[in-house]
């Protein structure tokens, strides 16, 4: 089993950034592939970023090409996405998953859930 914990989340002006951190408790962290994923009021969870265990294998969601970037260190457990030139439709909140295997975009293709981390950008 993995925990997951989301972190770095808050409130920021249109054009910021942040940087938000996944951190993984459990067996073999180094074995799995970690995607984000964000969901806004309304609207259905979607696929962000995600990163295969050796940081290979990137993928992006067209909407965050260019601006986001998702990279993770085994040896600290821990993912980060870098979040740049935001815009009040990057508000959501941000969450990170977890699966044994390559990356996928699907939700459901994903095991084990953070809690989430509401990012909300201020136009």
């Known amino acids: 089993q993995v925990q997951l914990v989301e972190s770095g989340g808050g409130l920021v002006q249109a054009g910021g950034s942040l940087r938000l951190s996944c951190a993984a408790s459990g067996r073999t962290f180094s074995s799995y592939a970690i995607g984000w994923f964000r969901q806004a009021p309304g609207k259905e969870r979607e696929f962000v970023t995600a990163?295969?265990?050796?940081?290979?294998?990137?993928r992006y969601a067209d909407s965050v090409k260019g601006r986001f970037n998702i990279s993770r260190d085994n040896a600290e457990n821990t993912v980060y996405l870098r979040v740049n030139s935001l815009k009040p439709e990057d508000t959501a909140v941000y969450y990170c998953?977890?699966?044994?295997?390559?990356?996928?975009?699907?939700?459901?293709?994903?095991?084990?859930w953070g809690q989430g981390n509401q990012v909300t950008v201020s136009s």
């Open positions: 990163i295969n265990w050796s940081a290979g294998s990137t």
């Open positions: 998953a977890s699966r044994n295997g390559r990356v996928v975009t699907t939700t459901r293709g994903y095991d084990y």
